[in-house]
């Protein structure tokens, strides 16, 4: 990593910052450096690939809008969405994050727990509209 902050954080702290292992953030910036050599002409990008997995991450874990986090890092929106869309699509692609599939879950020799969460709608009971208890009483008209 080139980024000194984050090399002075603890491993718990990293993991708070970013929400993962350190060990697999080294790998995921791995992929993405490897999926970066093979781009052909155009501009630079002014941030190094460990921001934009930081930026990607901020995304995700924070829920924060691209409006925030593109002046956080001193990009234009746009820029800051094609970056993580890069990210994204690029770390889809290798693989290597990806879920074990149904199969796989089934051969496994986990056994996972299953908490079932009754959330089914009850009615309220709510006077009629314009009944007498809901509504005041009118005032007499033959004054």
Same mark, same amino acid.
């Given at each position: 990593?080139?980024?000194?902050?984050?090399?002075?954080?603890?491993?718990?702290?990293?993991?708070?910052?970013?929400?993962?292992?350190?060990?697999?953030?080294?790998?995921?910036?791995?992929?993405?450096?490897?999926?970066?050599?093979?781009?052909?002409?155009?501009?630079r990008h $002014?941030?190094?690939?460990?921001?934009?997995?930081?930026?990607?991450?901020?995304?995700?874990?924070?829920?924060?809008?691209?409006?925030?986090? $593109?002046? !956080?890092?001193?990009?234009?929106? $746009?820029?800051?969405?094609? !970056?993580?869309?890069?990210?994204?699509?690029?770390?889809?692609? !290798?693989?290597?994050?990806?879920?074990?599939?149904?199969?796989?879950?089934?051969?496994?020799?986990?056994?996972?727990?299953?908490?079932l969460v009754?959330?089914?709608?009850?009615?309220?009971?709510?006077?009629?509209?314009?009944?007498?208890? !809901?509504?005041?009483?009118?005032r007499n008209?033959?004054?």
């Amino acid at each position: 990593m080139k980024d000194d902050s984050l090399e002075r954080l603890s491993d718990v702290q990293f993991r708070r910052l970013t929400g993962l292992k350190r060990a697999v953030f080294v790998k995921m910036l791995q992929v993405l450096h490897a999926a970066g050599k093979h781009r052909q002409g155009g501009n630079r990008h $002014s941030l190094s690939l460990e921001k934009r997995l930081l930026m990607a991450l901020e995304y995700w874990r924070e829920y924060r809008t691209l409006f925030h986090i $593109s002046h !956080s890092y001193g990009l234009s929106e $746009s820029a800051c969405c094609r !970056s993580i869309r890069w990210v994204e699509d690029t770390l889809i692609k !290798s693989g290597a994050f990806s879920l074990p599939g149904k199969k796989a879950l089934r051969t496994s020799e986990l056994e996972f727990g299953v908490v079932l969460v009754d959330a089914t709608e009850t009615p309220i009971e709510r006077p009629k509209k314009n009944s007498g208890v !809901s509504t005041p009483v009118k005032r007499n008209a033959t004054r």
